[in-house]
C-alpha cells in the first residue's frame, strides 16, 4: 500500500476539531439543525448546545441540548455554522 | 492521536445524564414522543414514562410506559423535554 | 466512566417484564397489533397470542399467534395493551 | 439478571415449531403469501412450498416453492396459514 | 434445544440446488429477472445467464449475464423459472 | 454440508472477469451508468472509466472516472455493456 | 482463487488519489456537491473544501467545509469535478 502522499482530513478528525464551535446539520426530511457542537461518535451522532430547527427555512424550535441521530445526516457543515 | 483540547459530551452520556427528566423526541413520520427518560441503549432504543404521543401537533396517546426503537428516532431533546 | 445514579430500564428488560402481559405495538405503513407478548429477541422480534390487526382504526385480522418482524417496530406500549 | 418468571416463546423457536404448517405471510408493498413453511434462517429468509401470491386481495401467481427474502416481511402468522 | 423433528428448507439449500436451473426473481420498484441461476452468495446476490428483465409485464431487456443486488429481492422462485 | 454438484459463478468472480470489460449499472432512482468496469469491492462498490451516466434514456453526464456507491446498485450487466 | 489478470483501482484506491482534487458528489434527494477532496473514510464519508451545494441545478450554498455522510452517496466523480 502506498503512502499517501498528501494531507488528509479524515471526517472524524473534523468533528473532534468542530467541537465548541458552531455547526449546520442537514438532515433527512428538510430538517436544519445550528448550535455548537459538544460531541459526537462514530456513528455521527451529535450533541448540540443552544440549536435552532430549522424547517423551510423557518426556526421551528429552539433546544438548550438536542441529540442528533447519525443516521439521518445528510451533511455537517463547520464553517457554516460559525457564519450565522 | 492528538489529545482532545475541549470538553467532549458523548451522545449516550447525554443519555445517561438525562435519566429520570423530561425529554422530546422526535421521530420519523410526524411523531413526537414527550415523556420521563427510564432507560435507553445503544441502538437509541427508549423507554419513556407518562409519555404522550404528538403526532400533527395534537395528543393522539397517553402511554404509561412505551419503548420508542432507536431506527426511527431524528433527535432527543433533554431540555425541551423540562419545559412541556 | 461515573456510576448511573439513578434507576435505569433498559428496553430489553421492559420487554422482559411484560412477557405473558398485553402489549399495543405501531409498526411502519399504519399497523398496529395488540396482544399478548409471549417472546421477543434483541432485534425486537416479537411473538404476540390472541392479537389483532389494526389497520386505520379497523380491526383488519385475528391471529392466534403473529410474528411481528422487528425491523418494522415504531413502538411498543405494555400500559397502552392493557387497557385495550 | 433476574430469571425470567414466565413462559418465554422465542420468535426463532416459533418458526421451528411452525415446519411443514401453513403459515401466512405479510410483505411490504401490500404483498401476502401463504403455504407451508419448509424452512427459514436468522434473517427470517422464509421458504415456503405451495404458495400463493396475493397482491390487493387477488391471488398473483403460485409458486411450487418460493424464496421470501426476510428484509422485506412485516409478519408471520402460523395460525392465519392454517384457516386458509 | 429440542431436536427439529421435521425436514427443513434452508433458504440457502434451496439457492443451490437451483444452480443451473431457471429461477423468477422478483425485485422492488415492480421488476422481474427470468434466468438460469448461476450463483449466489449469502446476502442473496444473484448471477443469472440468459435473463430477461420485466417491467410491468413487458421485457425491457435481456442480458447474457446479470448480477442482480440480493437487497433489492422480494422472492426467488425456482419452480416458476422453470414455467416461463 | 454436501458438494455443489454444478458449476458456480459467486457474485464476486462474475465482477472479477468483468475488469476492464463494458458494463452496465442499474441504480435506484431511474439511474445507469456504463463504461468500463476498473475496480469493485465486496459492497459492490464500482469504479468505471469512460462512463455515462444516463437518466429517463439521456445521457446526462459524461465521467472519465466514476465510483459508484454499492448500496445503490440493482444490477450489474457485463454482456450489456459491451453491446452499447 | 486463480490470480487477477489485470489493472485493478480498488474504490477506496481511487478515493486515495483523489485527495486534494476536485471531485463531484452526487446525493440522494437531488443534491450535488463540488469541492476539493480533503479526507474520506470506509463509509465513503467524504470532506471537501471550498464546496458548493447544488440543487436542482442552482448553487444552494457555499461551504468552507463540509462533510457529506456516506450513507446517502450515490457517486463521486474525480474527473468531473476538475472540470467545473
Not at 499517501?4 to 455547526?23: A, C, E, F, G, H
Not at 440549536?51 to 443516521?71: P, S, T
Amino acid at each position: 500500500m502506498p503512502k499517501n502522499p498528501v494531507s488528509l482530513q479524515k471526517p472524524l478528525d473534523v468533528m473532534r476539531n468542530t467541537i465548541d464551535k458552531n455547526v449546520l446539520v442537514d438532515v433527512r426530511g428538510n430538517r436544519t439543525y445550528s448550535g455548537v457542537l459538544e460531541g459526537y461518535d462514530v456513528y455521527l451522532n451529535l450533541v448540540l448546545r443552544n440549536a435552532n430547527e430549522i424547517i423551510g427555512g423557518d426556526v421551528k424550535g429552539v433546544h438548550n441540548r438536542i441529540l442528533v441521530r447519525g443516521d439521518n445526516v445528510i451533511f455537517v457543515s463547520p464553517s457554516k455554522g460559525d457564519e450565522q
